[in-house]
C-alpha cells in the first residue's frame, strides 16, 4: 500500500510537469492580451441601414456625430439623443469614402484613393466642394484622416502598402495652405520597435494596419485606430510611443470610425456584417 501511494505521488507529479512544460510552449503574449480588458463601454447606439457601413465619425457638437459611409458622398448627421439621422447632406458622387472631419463650417473627407475632399459651408444651400489629388493611390488604401487644427493640416495615414517602405507605415500632413501632401512623413510607425513585437506579422506591413486617427482634445495625444485585428495605439504629440490597447473582436466586429468630444469623451463606430453598424462610447481604464 505504501508503495502504490508512492507510485500515485510519482505519476501525479509527473503529470504537472508535463502540463507545466506544455503551457510554457503554448504561452502567448498576444492571447494573453486578448482576455485582459483595458476599456469599458458606456454607451451604444446602434445606428440605420443606411450606415451599416460607417467608416467615419467626427464630433460635431450637441449630441451630434457626422458619419460618412464607404459607397456614397453623403454626410449623415447622427442625433445621439434620438438614435436617429435627423439630416443628410450630398457632398458629390459615390465613392470608397473612409474618413471624416468637421471643423466650424467646413468639412474633409477622405476617399480611399488618397483623394481629399474639402466642403465649404457643408451644412448650407452654398455648399462648395473641391478635391484635392494626393500622392498616394488604391493601393496604399487611405482610410484615417483627422485634423490637426494646431497646425494648420489633416493628418493621413495608410491601411496597406507605405508607398515608400514595408517596414513602417507613415503618418503624412496634407497642408492646408497649399493643399499639398508632404511626402516625408510627419509621424512613423516603425514595425521593428518592440512595442510592435507582440503583433509582428509574417509579411511585415500587416502587423498593424490603420482605419483611423484622431487628436486627443486636451493631451494632443495621437490615436491610431486598427479594425482588421483590433487595437488602439496612442502616441503623444511628438510621434512617441505611449501604449497600445487590444480590443476585444466581440465588441469592435469592424472598428473603422474615431472621434472625441471637446472633453475628451472617446466615441469608436463599428461598420456592420449582418447586424447594424453602431457607435461605441468608450473608457480606456
Given amino acids: 500500500m505504501f508503495f502504490k501511494k508512492i507510485e500515485l505521488a510519482i505519476i501525479i507529479g509527473v503529470l504537472i510537469v508535463v502540463s507545466g512544460i506544455?503551457?510554457?510552449?503554448?504561452?502567448?503574449?498576444?492571447?494573453?492580451?486578448?482576455?485582459?480588458?483595458?476599456?469599458?463601454?458606456?454607451?451604444?447606439?446602434?445606428?440605420?441601414?443606411?450606415?451599416?457601413?460607417?467608416?467615419?465619425?467626427?464630433?460635431?457638437?450637441?449630441?451630434?456625430?457626422?458619419?460618412?459611409e464607404d459607397e456614397s458622398a453623403v454626410i449623415y448627421i447622427f442625433n445621439l439623443e434620438t438614435s436617429e439621422v435627423e439630416k443628410e447632406i450630398k457632398f458629390g458622387a459615390?465613392?470608397?469614402?473612409?474618413?471624416?472631419?468637421?471643423?466650424?463650417?467646413?468639412?474633409y473627407a477622405l476617399r480611399s484613393?488618397?483623394?481629399?475632399?474639402?466642403?465649404?459651408?457643408?451644412?448650407?444651400?452654398?455648399?462648395?466642394?473641391?478635391?484635392?489629388?494626393?500622392?498616394?493611390?488604391?493601393?496604399?488604401?487611405?482610410?484615417?484622416?483627422?485634423?490637426?487644427?494646431k497646425n494648420n493640416r489633416l493628418l493621413i495615414s495608410v491601411k496597406d502598402n507605405d508607398p515608400f517602405t514595408k517596414e513602417s507605415k507613415g503618418i503624412y500632413a496634407f497642408d492646408l495652405n497649399s493643399k499639398k501632401l508632404k511626402k516625408e512623413p510627419t509621424y512613423e510607425l516603425d514595425f521593428n520597435k518592440d512595442f510592435f513585437k507582440n503583433y509582428k506579422e509574417k509579411k511585415i506591413?500587416?502587423?498593424?494596419?490603420?482605419?483611423?486617427?484622431?487628436?486627443?482634445?486636451?493631451?494632443?495625444?495621437?490615436y491610431v485606430l486598427e479594425g482588421v485585428n483590433p487595437k488602439l495605439l496612442i502616441l503623444d504629440a511628438k510621434g512617441?510611443?505611449?501604449?497600445?490597447?487590444?480590443?476585444?473582436?466581440?465588441?469592435?466586429?469592424?472598428?473603422?470610425?474615431?472621434?472625441?468630444?471637446?472633453?475628451?469623451?472617446?466615441?469608436?463606430?463599428?461598420?456592420?456584417?449582418?447586424?447594424?453598424?453602431?457607435?461605441?462610447?468608450?473608457?480606456?481604464?
Wanted: glycine letters at 6%; one cysteine or more.
Fill in 22 to 68: 506544455g503551457f510554457a510552449f503554448n504561452y502567448s503574449p498576444k492571447k494573453e492580451a486578448l482576455s485582459n480588458k483595458n476599456y469599458s463601454i458606456i454607451e451604444k447606439w446602434d445606428l440605420p441601414k443606411e450606415l451599416q457601413e460607417v467608416s467615419g465619425i467626427s464630433w460635431l457638437g450637441d449630441n451630434k456625430i457626422a458619419c460618412i
Fill in 94 to 107: 459615390p465613392g470608397d469614402f473612409e474618413g471624416l472631419v468637421i471643423s466650424k463650417n467646413k468639412a
Fill in 113 to 149: 484613393d488618397g483623394t481629399i475632399f474639402v466642403i465649404e459651408n457643408y451644412n448650407s444651400k452654398d455648399l462648395q466642394t473641391k478635391k484635392y489629388d494626393t500622392f498616394l493611390n488604391s493601393k496604399n488604401n487611405t482610410e484615417s484622416l483627422t485634423l490637426d487644427d
Fill in 205 to 222: 506591413e500587416k502587423t498593424f494596419r490603420p482605419s483611423e486617427l484622431a487628436i486627443h482634445p486636451q493631451t494632443r495625444d495621437i
Fill in 240 to 285: 512617441r510611443f505611449k501604449s497600445i490597447i487590444r480590443l476585444d473582436k466581440d465588441d469592435f466586429n469592424q472598428a473603422e470610425g474615431l472621434t472625441f468630444s471637446p472633453n475628451g469623451d472617446l466615441y469608436i463606430s463599428n461598420e456592420g456584417k449582418k447586424e447594424s453598424g453602431n457607435i461605441l462610447k468608450v473608457h480606456l481604464n
